[in-house]
Nanobody, 120 residues
Framework: VQLQASGGGLVQSGGSLKLSCVAS????????MAWYRQGRGNERELVAG???????NYARSVKGRFTISRDNPKNTMYLQMNGLKSDDTDVYYC???????????????WGQGTQVTVSS
């Protein structure tokens, strides 16, 4: 199983970007999909998450500006980022909890990061 993130880039303050994350490989089910960013400390911070019923949650700092969505048949998740600020500059990672054929439980998988840079 692999997660491939894309869509990062350089944008001016107030601009928009849309990130995508595609899960590929032997997949039976995906329950939680989420975006994280590296942040200032050692631990990645949750930006937004979405479950298989399309229920969402957001970090307070991005609520009202970012929208997470997913296309279940395509095993793809998106993050529409509007009103970008310099504080949003970071490496963004996608993570998914995936069950593979023959497995009972779910395992977490991470994609590679995609750089988002917001210039002021």
């Amino acid at each position: 199983v692999q997660l491939q993130a894309s869509g990062g880039g350089l944008v001016q303050s107030g601009g928009s970007l849309k990130l995508s994350c595609v899960a590929s490989g032997p997949i039976s089910d995906i329950n939680i999909m989420a975006w994280y960013r590296q942040g200032r400390g050692n631990e990645r911070e949750l930006v937004a998450g979405i479950d298989s019923s399309l229920r969402t949650n957001y970090a307070r700092s991005v609520k009202g500006r970012f929208t997470i969505s997913r296309d279940n048949p395509k095993n793809t998740m998106y993050l529409q980022m509007n009103g970008l600020k310099s504080d949003d500059t970071d490496v963004y990672y996608c993570k998914s909890r995936i069950r593979t054929p023959g497995s009972v439980g779910y395992r977490e998988y991470w994609g590679q990061g995609t750089q988002v840079t917001v210039s002021s």
